[in-house]
């Protein structure tokens, strides 16, 4: 962390895509009526997010050569990232995915192309050996070829002293079957990864509540040594190996707007107090106050704020 080449502060690795979210609040899909357009996939909100903190983001990812495909290349313009290491693939189209608006965990039902047709070209050793953080997401790791790219890429950056970070956002829609989640999952662990997991996606993945104990000690048994757990409006709980447990409660927040991305604003702020050297209870509390920021908005985090002072 401390080599000065390192002026990648964080490439993220993934899904970017086009969000419909309904208009029509709590109600599941087959009751919306009308959408509204945003980008969205994690990895993307993430980098988007970080960029805004001040951060060096880079994104690598996959869309159509289409007119969801140009928004999303503008839209990351417009906050300063740089979309070169994006395809634009004429043969396929880009992913798009219905949410529905919810104050817990949105329904939701993805059309999946171009966003898994990640290559290893697009990441080059170069980017590797400059690049402080590497993040990327369950929804990425399901599908190939963009699941072995990811990983082979996780296993260089691992080599060339990259922390590495995972969203485990494990939905089984997306997956061949839950044994090959769980190898993929496995098999990212071993290069000792930053977590951030759900109680919602524990859930999924373990298809039983686990006690929080269990979850944890899980994941440091495949060798990771710092898990994050979201517990929604209870907070969240960090367990990092052979240490106490941190819970901290959630920011009380009297009108919900939106919970699609608040976990992406969670890890963002997370991500962000990492890479400044903050203390693991501070890179917390900034990322809950940037989660209590995103839940208050619809869509993305607004622009007409100055986002650091609100955290630091």
Not at 80 to 102: A, M, Q, Y
Not at 162 to 188: G, M, Q, R
């Amino acid at each position: 962390m401390k080599n000065n080449i390192r002026n990648i502060d964080i490439l993220c690795v993934g899904e970017v895509l086009i969000d419909f979210i309904g208009h029509q609040n709590d109600v599941l899909i087959n009751e919306t009526r009308d959408y509204h357009r945003y980008l969205g996939g994690s990895p993307a909100n993430v980098a988007m997010n970080c960029k805004r903190l001040g951060l060096n983001s880079t994104m690598v990812s996959a869309v159509g050569n289409d007119g969801f495909g140009e928004y999303i290349f503008k839209r990351l313009e417009e906050v300063g990232i740089n979309p070169e290491n994006i395809k634009k693939l004429d043969n396929k189209s880009t992913s798009v995915i219905f949410v529905s608006k919810s104050n817990g965990t949105p329904d939701f039902i993805p059309y999946r192309d171009a966003d898994c047709s990640i290559s290893e070209d697009q990441i080059t050793d170069e980017m590797l050996s400059q690049t402080k953080i590497y993040h990327t997401t369950c929804f990425a790791l399901s599908k190939k070829p963009a699941q072995t790219t990811i990983l082979n890429k996780a296993e260089e950056a691992f080599k060339k002293g990259c922390k590495l970070s995972v969203d485990l956002n494990y939905a089984k829609e997306l997956w061949n079957s839950k044994e090959e989640a769980l190898d993929v999952i496995k098999t990212y662990c071993k290069f000792n990864p930053l977590i951030k997991i759900s109680e919602d996606d524990m859930l999924r993945l373990f298809e039983k509540e686990l006690p929080h104990q269990e979850i944890f000690n899980f994941f440091h048994n495949l060798g990771v040594e710092t898990v994050c757990l979201t517990l929604g409006s209870k907070g969240v709980k960090l367990s990092q190996l052979n240490k106490e447990i941190i819970h901290l409660p959630a920011i009380k927040i009297e009108n919900v707007m939106d919970t699609t991305g608040a976990g992406d604003a969670f890890w963002s702020g997370f991500l962000f107090a990492y890479i400044k050297e903050k203390p693991i209870q501070d890179c917390l509390q900034v990322a809950l106050k940037l989660a209590a920021l995103k839940l208050q908005n619809v869509g993305r985090l607004p622009d007409n704020i100055n986002i650091l002072s609100k955290l630091l």
